[in-house]
């Protein structure tokens, strides 16, 4: 492992406008970058060594990442043995399952649906829970696709092509390419065809139950038409925008026993003025609390807007909509799904009056609106860097944002770079492309953000490269050819306290 430890001042939030509210001395960010794993290391089963292909890796509260690596020198002449996916930690490399293994249909199993998956889209179809057990979706030699999980010791079986289950027959994996959800305590959320329906299920362990299903009859006399976009919180609640009618639709939370409505098109706004109309297509958001975020659209009987709304469990109430004040002048849109952590923070990003053409990443904090990043905000000031675009970002429990973004300085070629946000301190720089790492320069980064908007989303760190101690994971590669996994540990110093910690103890 190789270690880097460096200091970021926080005149690095200052540039980007961000005003620290910690008294005495500025604080220190203090970045240590430790590589879990690298090219020409032997895999811990002992069948081949790591190659030039790492996943961007997922990360849990334990420090845990989660990823798909290429191997050379494999015992099998067929290449299907070349992929792992691997569970690393300082110090602790584990190999979860093997390409070429026993599939569940008892073929060889392939991972590469893992790998194109991790590197070209970011869709996540693997997790790593709390405790380290992973899942994940893959196919096999005779494109028999299956939901895995392993603990590192054993494979087993969660739901298989073509198998029967009280909810549906002749299941079909497929559809869970684009819907698979992992919270921290390992429930699964996935779409699946039966031979009468389109489901959502819910699998606790082995335990696989349907949540929501075509035709099925929802509150509000409402019957479900079409499965949309949706998210789960570490209770197994899973939050779905869903088609009701061939132009209507609604939002609802659901387990195997129990839906709630929380609107729908033609129901009332809260402020009693209009009635929900459009439906922006944004992903909701649920928290451990059972609160729901949403974007909706209103028909108003003065002006139409688009509303952002939360639902606390005593009714849905408004906390803002455009046309309102925001960062950056008035609200214009919203572009992205949202993401609630347990505390009630709201990450997103918007669109306002100022420039239309560039978005701004907002946290909404005990009811006020901080600005967390904007498209051209300075963030490397020693080289006049500014960044130019957002390629994913995530909000943990302790209220701090990565973000994943494009940066551009003069002269110099587009680097991308993970920034973490802290509500308190500012933003903190962890890693960019030119930076040195374990003998060389950083030439490339990945990072498990989601890219679109519009993707499934769960706020819980099973499928994130940020977790709740301030911990980064990320895949790079040197000029010299080496490519591999890092973990950075982000702090905060503050010289004139007895202490100092991470980022989660300053969340106040």
Known sequence: MVRSRISFL?????????????????????????????????SPDGNGVFGDQFTPPVLNNSGQALFVASLLATANPDPIDDLGLYRASLGEVSTMARGGQTSAAGNLLDLDILRVAGQLTRRQLLGIDQVGEVAFLATDDDNQDAIYRSDGQSLTTVVQQGQNL?????????????????????????????????????????????????GQALPGSNTLIALRAFGMNNGGEVVARLNVAS??????????????????????????????????????????????????GVDDVTSDYVGLFLDDGSGLAELTRTGNDTVGGSLLAFASGLQLNDRGDLLYAL????????????????????????????????????????????????????????????????????????????LAEVVRVGQPLAGGTITS????????????????????????????????TLDSGENGVALSTVSIELPDLLFKDGFEALAL
């Open 351 to 426: 669109l306002s009056s100022d420039n239309n053409r560039i978005q701004r990443l907002v946290l909404r904090r005990n009811g006020a609106e901080l600005a967390v990043a904007s498209e051209g905000d300075l963030v490397v000031p020693e080289e006049g860097g500014l960044i130019n675009s957002f390629n994913g970002h995530s909000l943990n429990d302790a209220g701090q944002v990565l973000i994943f973004a494009t940066v551009v300085r003069p002269g110099l070629p587009q680097a991308l770079g993970l920034y973490v946000f802290d509500p308190v301190a500012g």
């Open 166 to 214: 009280p909810f549906g027959d002749d299941l079909r994996i497929g559809a869970a390419v684009l819907g698979f959800l992992m919270n921290d305590v390992g429930q699964l959320a996935y779409l699946l065809d039966s031979s009468t329906q389109n489901l959502l299920v819910r699998s606790d362990g082995l335990n696989t139950e349907a949540v929501f299903g075509t």
């Open 445 to 476: 980064l990945g990072a498990a953000l989601p890219l679109w908007p519009l993707e499934a989303n769960t706020l819980g760190n099973a499928q994130t490269g940020l977790n709740d101690a301030g911990q980064v994971a990320f895949s790079f």
């Open 247 to 296: 132009d209507a639709f609604g939002h609802f939370v659901g387990d195997p026993a129990n839906v709630r409505q929380i609107n729908q098109t033609g129901a009332a706004a809260p402020d009693g003025l209009g009635t929900f109309i459009v439906d922006p297509r944004l992903p909701p958001a649920i928290n451990d609390g059972s609160s729901v975020a949403l974007v909706g």
């Open 10 to 42: 926080l005149a690095l939030s200052l540039s980007a406008g961000i005003s620290p509210s910690i008294a005495g001395d500025v604080p220190q960010f203090t970045v240590e970058t430790e590589v879990l794993v690298s090219s020409g290391t032997p």
